[in-house]
């Protein structure tokens, strides 16, 4: 007896709870009742009195139209909430991926924002409900993860997400702009995605500098937990690896067809495939720990030195993730100058001074 | 006929093992390969005899081929061929005992806890990085599951079939659940990496984890081979207890080696299902119940299988096949045949 009412009151507590998370303002409802707003958001270039709808097509190739300028906004990943920054959006983010805070580029104020989940592993949408967004900005990785889950379910609820991907440095460009162009924010995007450009120009210049008989050949890899493998490589649709082409070398992976843009080989398929033309090794890790293991183990390795690049000493590490430079976002340059640096040492400039750049210009800290 | 066709698939193995040493990414003629293995084999005798005979007898055996060429032979492949074949070994051995001695044709060896446990063992040692290797922990962790286990099953000093079971599914279900809250918790850079783990694959092995899993898992099977006949009693039931064995220190004892070889598999090369359940059923099929063939067919069968599985799934494309989706493919038409023709032989 007892416990039937008690199972009634949960029922209950939970068809009320349901209720108040699917009864949300959907934005066309915010957009119709609140009248306030209306006119004082694109004051740059207001040519009529009505809103402009915005209408993009993002990473994952979807048309979204948005019924104005996003004043609620959540954004699952570091590097991405990195731009919003830079665009003078601090304000507007909403709601932020779990780990955001790991990011030492986001602004104390942001990190302290209500966590919602990842783009890996899911979000809770209970709490994007109650957060009232009116933009999800989600990563896109081709839909392996929950990534195409996220945005079907946002559809779904109605709330307009843009899905973001960098299958290139180019990319990243892209993206700048494409974030101005939603936030009307294209003046401060522009003065960004311009200066990326020229930096890019510039290793393009170098790039073409190198003569033919210097072109080295380079494999990266991701420092593997454990040396005899299985080793993920970095291939054809990676941005990190079509940045090797760009600083003038070649990625040996592109000569081969394989299933993913991270295939897993064991170290014979290494040695079979490029023991014998690979100039330099680069490793990558996100954990700085790790990637000095790696490099250590892979140079005392008797079994590793059948490969040219190990036999002549020419293993580096290189950082990646928010703690590094080799990541999705504007400070992908620097990670492009310092692999360029490890690879070609005798052509490349110092990446420290364009690290400070791009901090002094954009980010505004002190590096 | 039948006669020879036993003797074979006992010789099975070496057969498998050639095939597998010729095969690999890495092109090398087959005369270099046998040439190879030929004067390192003499190179290793011409060693002990040395040692023997305190440096008196010394012929100093010299391999001309490129080093690049003994690399890969000796240093990548062999270690991987031969921990394939000791696993392969272990796991088919395993699941014949574990059916035998519970009378259950479903049974192997994951059911007593040890794969979810030492899944449990790996997400720790990936996700907390706390510098303990990744075999260690999901070796301690797989034993601990099983202890569990056993524990649980044990009713009034017995472990029943069906307290067995159940007591399995609960601890699987436990350390399952563990494992998803790490992952759950995990950067997905870990996440990756122990969802790897998790497929099972023999790319990692080198000549450290063949000389710690062979001996556990030799030392297993021979002495599994030693006790065989007692199967054959132990599969009678609660009959053999009439008969005066002590069935349950027995059975005890069986569990505790199986642990052990099973433990070392798993965390070298993750878990590899399928194998434990489908070998011993097809040694089953063309040969009996009897356990005097049986122990000695599913260890040779197992290793064969498994070397051949992982050959194929290191060749077949420019990079890795999960090595249990190959054993999955590879024996399913087989076993499904077979099943055909015998209506499952569990009682011939």
């Not at chain 1, 750049?357 to 980010?363: A, D, G, H, M, V």
């Not at chain 2, 994951?110 to 996700?127: E, H, K, Q, R």
């Not at chain 2, 399995?168 to 279900?173: D, P, S």
Request: a neutral charge; aromatic letters at 10%; hydrophobic letters at 50%.
């Amino acid at each position: 007896m007892k416990s039937s009412k008690m199972l009634l009151a949960l029922l209950v507590i939970s068809i009320l709870a349901f209720n108040s998370a699917c009864v949300q303002k959907t934005p066309m409802e915010t957009a119709s009742t609140s009248t306030t707003q209306e006119k004082t958001t694109s004051a740059s270039h207001a040519q009529t009195e009505t809103q402009e709808k915005i209408v993009i097509t993002d990473f994952a190739g979807r048309d979204v139209t948005l019924e104005k300028v996003p004043e609620r906004i959540i954004v699952l990943t570091g590097y991405w909430t990195e731009i919003l920054h830079i665009l003078g959006l601090d304000d507007k983010i909403v709601g932020i991926g779990k780990y955001v805070p790991n990011n030492p580029y986001v602004p104390e104020e942001v990190k302290q924002k209500p966590a919602v989940g990842s783009s890996f592993k899911g979000l809770n949408w209970e709490s994007v409900a109650s957060l009232e967004p009116d933009l999800i900005i989600v990563d896109w990785y081709g839909g392996k993860y929950k990534d195409k889950e996220t945005i079907e379910k946002a559809e779904e609820i109605g709330i307009p997400v843009i899905a973001l991907t960098a299958k290139s440095v180019e990319d990243n460009v892209k993206v700048v702009e494409l974030l101005g162009k939603v936030f009307g924010k294209e003046e401060k995007a522009e003065e960004l995605s311009n200066w990326m450009e020229s930096k890019l120009e510039e290793v393009n210049k170098i790039a073409s500098q190198i003569p033919a008989d210097k072109k080295k050949n380079v494999i990266i890899i991701n420092a593997p937990k454990d040396i005899n493998g299985p080793i993920t490589v970095y291939a054809k649709g990676s941005a990190w690896a079509s940045i090797v082409e760009l600083v003038g070398a070649h990625n040996l992976a592109y000569d081969k067809e394989f299933d993913t843009q991270w295939p897993k080989l064991d170290l014979e398929k290494i040695i079979a495939y490029w023991g014998d033309k690979a100039d330099v090794i680069i490793v990558t890790s996100f954990s700085q720990d790790t990637l000095e293991k790696a490099v250590n183990d892979i140079k005392n390795d008797p079994r590793w030195r059948e490969i040219k690049a190990v036999k002549e000493g020419h293993v580096y590490g290189i950082l990646a993730g928010s703690k590094g430079f080799l990541d999705w976002g504007p400070r992908i340059v620097v990670g492009v100058y310092q692999m360029g640096g490890l690879i070609y040492p005798e052509y490349y400039p110092d990446w420290e001074p364009i690290y400070n750049e791009i901090l002094q210009k954009f980010y505004k800290i002190e590096g | 006929m039948r006669r020879f066709l036993f003797l074979f698939l006992l010789a099975s193995p070496i057969f498998a093992f050639f095939i597998s040493l010729f095969i690999g990414a890495y092109h090398m003629p087959m005369v270099d390969i046998i040439n190879m293995v030929l004067l390192k084999s003499l190179q290793l005798i011409s060693g002990v005899l040395a040692k023997i005979t305190l440096g008196k007898l010394y012929f100093d055996v010299q391999i001309p081929y490129p080093s690049v060429y003994q690399t890969v032979l000796f240093k990548i492949r062999l270690p991987r061929v031969l921990l394939a074949m000791i696993v392969g070994s272990a796991l088919a051995v395993s699941g014949a005992v574990l059916q035998a001695i519970f009378r259950n044709p479903l049974v192997n060896s994951y059911i007593l806890g040890i794969s979810s446990g030492a899944a449990f063992g790996a997400a720790l040692a990936i996700g907390l990085s706390l510098g303990l290797g990744v075999t260690p922990l999901a070796f301690a962790f797989a034993l601990l599951a099983v202890f569990l286990t056993t524990s649980l099953a044990k009713i009034g000093g017995r472990i029943t079939p069906v307290s067995l079971i159940l007591a399995g599914v609960i601890v699987n279900a436990f350390f399952s659940a563990l494992t998803s809250l790490l992952k759950f918790l995990m950067e997905h850079e870990k996440l990756a990496s122990v969802v790897y783990w998790l497929m099972g694959s023999f790319a990692n092995a080198d000549w450290h984890s063949v000389k710690v899993a062979f001996p556990i898992i030799f030392a297993g099977c021979i002495i599994i081979s030693l006790m065989r006949w007692q199967l054959n009693v132990l599969s009678f039931g609660e009959e053999a207890k009439l008969v005066g064995v002590e069935t349950e220190k027995l059975k005890f004892v069986f569990i505790l080696i199986i642990s052990l070889i099973t433990a070392a598999s798993v965390a070298f090369c993750g878990i590899i299902g399928w194998v434990g359940l489908m070998i011993p059923h097809m040694v089953r099929m063309a040969f009996g119940p009897d356990h005097k063939k049986l122990i000695p067919l599913s260890i040779s069968l197992g290793a064969s299988f498994m070397v051949l599985a992982d050959t194929l799934a290191r060749s077949i494309a420019t990079y890795e096949i999960p090595i249990g989706i190959l054993t999955t493919l590879l024996g399913i038409p087989f076993f499904a045949y077979l099943l055909r023709k015998t209506g499952g032989g569990w009682h011939a």
